[in-house]
């Protein structure tokens, strides 16, 4: 065996002996100069009767007894694999700036058998994996598996356990190479005597995972032949390729989309020299740039960081979302920042063919200027995927162009892309093609050049408040729906065309002013009408006309048959008592979906789809102003976690809101349910705990106002057919200004087992009151059991001073719910687990808010901290009041409770 010297160890030997190399014809040796006698007293007491010959074998011999001892240290260069030092389970490449290291890991936790070699950061303790090689086939076993390099220069994986190879590298055979780690994060193989990056002979940059590093590449170029993408982890335990992929869409002008399995979820829009235009977020700024490459023999997308040792980071999360991180050291936390889709106008096409989505609108669908919806019924429920049509046929020779300004523009594929033409040659284009529907410039960026040109159906459009938000789009309309003062390329308005203007726009507003008048004349006369008239609904009512169902009129009047005087409009369709009376067979048992302290709920058939319609009871405790309060606020609201409202009922004493129906009724009816819970694996529930946090997140951060629910709780929770979760029920809710953070209040709503100690004992409530609300229901799920607040036999501790307990003695896996089986990731659960109790902490100004909850939900490197005490105080059962039956339900809602002080344990 012929051990190597390291170099180091003639360096710091020096001053004691200078190697020479000495030939003859025979044999060669290293030869070293007699050392003297001060400076090497041991040698010289132990060897001084030796000849010069011995002297010579023995420090040689001597020499290399102590670098075969220190060969573990010296045997290869902490970042390099070469030929004849394979990677074994005990080893890892670490990157000559402590940045990035590469090894075997396991992502299911100490019990699991399937092992990977991938690369994470160095310095973060809990590890962020963002490259893996052999994703889709795991080793069986990492004690005796190795990561070497072949004879023909290639990077082999082999399988200690069967001998077989699980992954290799794919190059150009070579000799004499290296595979080494870079501070990048990449992992290259290069000629062992050549560093430059033109000389890569493989780069793991090239195939990438779930994660895009600064200075990787998306996209496609000719060198490499290949067109890179990022795909999530099956699961948070699993890391072969999942469903979710971002991608460049590498024809017509090119985007980036986020697919679920080949459909489109999001899309970014084309890149405009400046930003994505549909990512108005995005800002070059002196620490971080973006880059995007547009030519013959390349279409990529990178991103750059300027100091180098920040950290950042792009990936696709295994539950669908495109997120951006970037690593705070003094909170040792992953901060997100960015990520879609973030709201509804985020969904790709959500208003169809021809729609405009704008957040700032209710309802967020709009038509452009001379298009009317293709639907209006499906429309006037708040679903524009129909999208819209044009109120006139083309006319290509007289044809005018309307401007829409700050928009994302529409989807590019197919569309014609020239970066040297200028805007007005761009419009002389699409005048003369007749099919051209759209244009505007491909890049924005100084004065402005460039062409694109749509001669298909515009689709996926989004418009933003700000300037900072999408570019300028040119569409074609008949010149009978151009907007003059936007009309682009029809020269200066002709004084006849002014004129004609004037007299239709006196002409129009006589003839609305007559309509006005006429309309308030039927309304009041229906409204006397409707006083006297009886509501009853006789045995005829189920003979009547399904065709009536299917197209009911909306009435205009949102007071027609209230007796309100309010002014305040919801903008939501207004069904007619005796429609919904038909659609649910006189409410009758056959049609009620549940029922609760406000009402019953049941199903419906209107205008072609399924509905929930909620009545509320007469008796119910959620009176006029919870009716109104929800209206006014889920009517603004649009989020894919939060319950659509489709319309509403008023009529006499009957309150009635019409929401959309969902297949899996509520949580807590699955939940619960000793026959059902099965059914929610752990992969389900945690998408549903996530599902939630991101749409409390809106109520509370991302809406338009500040909303505090003040009663979530399970049964508020409804699943739809893919058991995606929306919040419900937003009677008690109360909307707080943009410099508002709590409210008091003298009258206590909200339900036994969810009220934060401070909300029940003082009526103190803020967006920590709904964070203590969501952290029981975490437990909730996690555990498969309700909170139900002290137990009143034996003195047992209610969920959370039990989830408490075991959690401070260590046996949290003891509040698993086994009816989710074995397939679940331990670490992820305990995750739960401790964000549950960070959530219900009895001190407010402990409890995390929903955006850093969001993020320690979905990051598996966040670093937590340890929960405090919970609040036990959660009210009790109101025995001595005569106003509740001796059948009392612990999570019903109240509207009104009286709190006794309870003396601390």
């Excluded at 994060?185 to 990438?208: A, C, H, K, M, T």
């Excluded at 960026?445 to 040119?474: H, K």
Aim: glycine letters at 8%.
């Amino acid at each position: 065996m012929c051990t190597k010297i390291p170099s180091s160890f003639f360096l710091a030997n020096k001053r004691t002996s200078t190697p020479t190399n000495v030939s003859n014809a025979n044999t060669a040796q290293l030869v070293f100069n007699k050392p003297s006698k001060q400076n090497t007293p041991f040698l010289n007491s132990t060897m001084r009767n030796t000849t010069t010959k011995d002297y010579h074998f023995h420090q040689i011999l001597f020499l290399l007894l102590i670098s075969q001892f220190l060969h573990p240290i010296f045997a290869i260069p902490t970042d390099t694999i070469i030929s004849t030092q394979p990677l074994t389970k005990d080893q890892t490449l670490i990157s000559s700036g402590q940045l990035f290291e590469l090894g075997l890991f396991t992502p299911g936790g100490a019990n699991s058998d399937k092992w990977y070699v991938g690369i994470w950061y160095k310095e973060i303790q809990d590890r962020t994996i963002v490259w893996v090689a052999n994703r889709a086939k795991p080793l069986s076993s990492s004690s005796t598996s190795v990561l070497k390099i072949t004879e023909i220069g290639t990077l082999l994986l082999v399988d200690g356990q069967t001998g077989n190879s699980v992954w290799s590298s794919d190059q150009t055979p070579a000799t004499n190479v290296v595979a080494q780690l870079l501070d990048s994060g990449n992992f290259v193989i290069r000629p062992g005597n050549d560093d430059r990056e033109q000389s890569y002979l493989w780069q793991s940059f090239d195939y990438p995972t779930d994660t895009l590093l600064p200075g990787m590449k998306l996209g496609w170029d000719s060198k490499s032949g290949l067109n890179r993408n990022i795909t999530s982890w099956k699961s948070a335990i699993d890391p072969a390729p999942g469903d979710f992929t971002f991608k460049i869409n590498t024809s017509g002008f090119p985007e980036v989309y986020l697919t679920n399995k080949q459909e489109i979820i999001y899309r970014s829009g084309p890149w405009n020299g400046i930003r994505f235009s549909g990512v108005p977020e995005m800002k070059a700024t002196e620490i971080i740039t973006f880059e995007f490459q547009f030519k013959s023999d390349e279409i990529t997308y990178m991103f750059e960081l300027h100091n180098k040792t920040l950290y950042s980071r792009l990936s696709v999360s295994h539950n669908g979302l495109l997120e951006r991180y970037t690593w705070i050291p003094t909170n040792s936390l992953w901060n997100r920042f960015w990520y879609a889709p973030k709201d509804q106008c985020d969904e790709y096409a959500e208003c169809g063919v021809s729609g405009i989505c704008d957040t700032n609108l209710s309802p967020i669908c709009k038509c452009m200027v001379g298009f009317k919806p293709k639907n209006q019924v499906a429309w006037d429920l708040r679903d524009g995927s129909d999208g819209c049509v044009r109120f006139h046929k083309l006319d290509c020779k007289t044809d005018k162009f309307n401007i829409l300004r700050n928009m994302k523009l529409p989807d590019t594929t197919n569309s014609f892309v020239d970066t040297n033409m200028n805007l007005d040659e761009c419009e002389a284009m699409c005048r003369k093609n007749c099919s051209c529907t759209a244009y505007t410039n491909s890049n924005i960026s100084g004065s402005g050049s460039g062409c694109v040109i749509w001669s298909t159906e515009l689709i996926d459009m989004r418009q933003y408040a700000t300037a900072e938000g999408g570019q300028v789009l040119y569409v074609r309309v008949a010149s009978s729906d151009a907007v003059q003062s936007g009309g682009v390329g029809s020269g200066h308005s002709s004084s006849k065309t002014k004129i004609v203007a004037i007299a239709a726009g006196i002409t129009v507003g006589i003839a609305l002013g007559l309509f006005g008048v006429t309309l308030c004349f039927l309304s009041k006369r229906r409204k006397h009408q409707g006083s006297i008239r009886t509501r009853s609904i006789n045995k005829g009512t189920s003979e009547r006309s399904q065709e009536f169902l299917m197209n009911a009129a909306i009435i205009p009047s949102k007071r027609e048959f209230s007796g309100e005087t309010s002014t305040e409009e919801f903008e939501l369709p207004l069904f007619d008592f005796s429609t919904l009376a038909m659609a649910t067979e006189n409410f009758s048992d056959v049609t009620k979906l549940g029922q609760g302290g406000f009402g019953c709920v049941y199903k419906a058939m209107l205008v072609g789809q399924e509905v929930a319609v909620k009545r509320l009871s007469k008796n119910s405790g959620q009176g006029v102003e919870e009716f109104k309060n929800e209206l006014r606020l889920i009517a603004r609201l649009q989020h894919r976690n939060l319950v659509r409202l489709l319309g509403c009922c008023v009529d006499m004493e009957e309150k009635m809101l019409i929401y959309e129906y969902l297949e899996n009724k509520s949580l807590d009816s699955i939940l619960f349910n000793k026959q059902k819970s099965s059914l929610l694996d752990w992969q389900k529930r945690f998408n549903i705990i996530c599902g939630i946090a991101r749409g409390l997140l809106y109520l509370h951060q991302d809406s338009r106002f500040r909303i505090i629910h003040r009663d979530l709780k399970a049964s508020n929770i409804l699943l739809d057919k893919d058991l995606t979760p929306k919040i419900s029920d937003f009677g008690m809710a109360r909307i707080f200004g943009g410099d508002e953070t709590e409210g008091n209040t003298k009258r206590v709503v909200g339900t036994y087992g969810y009220m934060s100690p401070e909300y029940a004992m003082d009526g103190l409530f803020s967006v920590k009151s709904d964070v203590f609300s969501f952290g029981v229901l975490v437990l909730e799920i996690v555990t498969g059991k309700k909170n139900r607040g002290f137990y009143y036999q034996n003195n047992q501790l209610n969920l959370l001073g039990h989830a408490w307990r075991l959690w401070k003695e260590g046996s949290g896996s003891e509040l698993l719910d086994p009816s989710f089986g074995e397939s679940f990731s331990p670490s992820e659960v305990m995750r739960c687990i401790q964000v549950g109790l960070l959530c219900v902490q009895e001190q407010a100004e402990d409890r995390p808010n929903m955006a850093t909850v969001v993020l320690m939900l979905g990051s598996e490197s966040a670093s937590l901290p340890q929960p405090k005490n919970p609040g036990f105080c959660l009210g009790r059962r109101p025995v001595d009041s005569d106003s509740y039956s001796t059948n009392y339900e612990e999570t019903c809602t109240v509207n009104q409770v009286t709190v006794t002080m309870i003396d601390g344990r």
